[in-house]
């Protein structure tokens, strides 16, 4: 939900926060009003906290009316009346209409393509495919859904959560390319900015550069396990972009190793791998990867010694797959 129960805590808090001080001006008013500039001064003030406690009053009454599709349009369409441009209100309409006539679709398909998918066994229990549960979007909805969430981080560039929102919808609706390009524009936008994200009600993130690219790396993968070689292209997009501005990204260097690595470009895969394998040695798997890579180059001494290392620093499955690979690389 867009509008949680965080922030439902959040309106308490803050309504009850503009109700004292609302009393505490008032009273403070009844001393003060010798001149016309202290009235006018005085009504700002108490406009302005009437304003505050009116916008969270929109946002707990769309909280409330989750299960009241109705009751909801009636809310935002006061909501917007009394304030287009509030950021609240935008995103809170990007949830309404691009929930508005949407319909569950379950199909049973080779890969996990939805957003949740179940594995299936056949009767001799291999794996036989996936029950996915995917959405099927209303377009004429889904169009003023997208209407309402650009215009809210056109004039909020900073809010990542509604970059969020877009991107989690589109990768719901299988527009791959269009999630691609959204995510581009939030890597280059935290040059912008300097990573200054921010979070509902504008507040500030923890750690933003950190969660603006542990927020790329999950959409990458997200879009490798639902696509995989089918978007190769956006796939390297993502990472190339990564790279681009945060070049020492050790998740980015290690995915576009995988990507050139599928694409048989070994020779450059290698470079990338060697790249992660510099910033964070001694990991497993990026060992892993250069061994293969070298194997498959019939660079069979190098192959060797990268899985001499994987063995060294690996446990569990891994470890004993580079031992059999070992044993068959000596003959």
Not at 5 to 22: C, D, G, V
């Amino acid at each position: 939900m867009l509008v949680n129960s965080e922030t439902a805590k959040n309106y308490h808090l803050h309504a009850s926060m503009a109700a004292q001080i609302k009393v505490k001006h008032t009273n403070l008013a009844r001393n003060i009003y010798a001149t016309p500039m202290k009235k006018i001064a005085i009504y700002l003030l108490l406009t302005t906290i009437a304003s505050f406690a009116l916008a969270h009053s929109y946002k707990k009454d769309y909280d409330l009316a989750q299960k009241d599709s109705k009751a909801q349009e009636e809310v935002l369409e006061k909501w917007e009346k009394e304030e287009p441009d509030n950021p609240e209100m935008l995103l809170a309409a990007f949830d309404y209409y691009s929930k508005k006539g949407r319909e569950e679709v379950v199909t049973i398909d080779e890969n996990p393509i939805g957003r949740t998918a179940t594995p299936l066994k056949g009767d001799n229990g291999a794996h036989v495919g996936y029950m996915n549960h995917s959405w099927k979007y209303d377009r004429t909805n889904l169009a003023t859904a997208l209407q309402y969430i650009d215009k809210g981080i056109t004039r909020n560039p900073d809010r990542i959560d509604m970059r969020i929102q877009k991107i989690t919808v589109l990768t719901h609706n299988f527009s791959y390319d269009a999630m691609a390009k959204e995510l581009v524009k939030m890597l280059e936008h935290s040059v912008a900015n300097e990573n200054a994200w921010r979070w509902i009600d504008g507040k500030r993130i923890a750690y933003p550069k950190e969660y603006m690219l542990s927020t790329t790396q999950a959409y990458f993968l997200l879009l490798y396990n639902k696509a995989g070689e089918r978007q190769m292209d956006n796939l390297s997009l993502i990472c190339k972009t990564t790279l681009k501005y945060y070049p020492n990204d050790v998740e980015s260097s290690v995915n576009l190793g995988l990507i050139q690595t599928l694409e048989k470009n070994y020779e450059a895969a290698l470079l990338s791998l060697h790249k992660a394998n510099k910033i964070k040695p001694n990991d497993p798997v990026i060992l892993n990867d250069i061994a293969y890579c070298y194997q498959q180059t019939n660079d069979i001494v190098s192959a060797i010694k990268y899985y001499e290392q994987v063995v060294k620093y690996a446990s569990g499955a891994l470890q004993d797959d580079a031992r059999a690979r070992l044993k068959a690389l000596r003959g």
